[in-house]
């Protein structure tokens, strides 16, 4: 899969709020699409607004990586803070598709 049209998917996921996990933690968080960014709402914490630029450096160094890689957070710290959002919400419109 390609890197618009896993956003174009994602958008269209969390049009409205959703819930997730996180990978490793299990820790709850909702996502929506909110004007051009994907907004982060974990429970009792600050919201966080991410950017489509902050996904495509997630998913740029993922796609460089083999895959049982590819969704390890420690592997993305030098690219974001947000890397257990970010890889929840790519894992789940992936499910078995491949990053290109």
Known sequence: MKFDEFWSELVKEISLSKRFKTLKQGKEFEAKYSLGTI??????????????????KVWNKASKMVRAEQ??????????????????LMKHILKSKEIE
Not at 39 to 56: C, D, G, K
Not at 71 to 88: E, Q
């Open 39 to 56: 907004v982060i709402t974990p429970p009792s914490q600050f919201q966080r607004t991410l950017s489509r630029a902050e996904f495509m």
């Open 71 to 88: 969704f390890k957070r420690g592997n993305f710290n030098d690219v974001t803070y947000h890397g257990s959002y970010i890889l929840t």
